[in-house]
Nanobody, 125 residues
């Protein structure tokens, strides 16, 4: 029904910046919110940021608040994650996700409706 494509990712030095994108094939009730989780080796997938298409609502994990900014372009069905002041601990595979419901900081990843293929972000010290 919905495909999420994640161009971007890459290698950056600590303190640098990187911008991720996520393009949805279409928007439905089940893609009312879009955002990212990330997963480092040996760790659980953790919430990063989320945005709601209908409104200005955004939410961030405490570990990235003040450094990352999520935004959206409804005409392009695309959300962006601008990552600044990157740290080595930000190194992970970043997965775009979409769902009808919010509260992503408390929801389990397998509860969300759609997932992208993931993109590797590596931050060198």
């Amino acid at each position: 029904q919905v495909q999420l494509v994640e161009p971007g990712g890459g290698l950056v030095q600590a303190g640098g910046s990187l911008r991720l994108s996520c393009v949805a094939s279409r928007r439905t009730f089940n893609t009312a919110l879009m955002g990212w989780f990330r997963q480092a080796p040996g760790k659980e997938r953790e919430f990063v940021a989320v945005i709601r298409w209908n409104g200005a609502y955004t939410e961030y994990a405490g570990a990235v608040k003040g450094r990352f900014t999520i935004s959206g372009d409804s005409a392009k069905n695309t959300v962006y994650l601008q990552m600044n002041s990157l740290k080595p601990e930000d190194t992970a595979v970043y997965y775009c996700a979409a769902d009808r419901w919010g509260d992503w900081g408390r929801r389990k990843p397998d509860e969300l409706a759609y997932w992208g293929q993931g993109t590797q972000v590596t931050v060198s010290s």
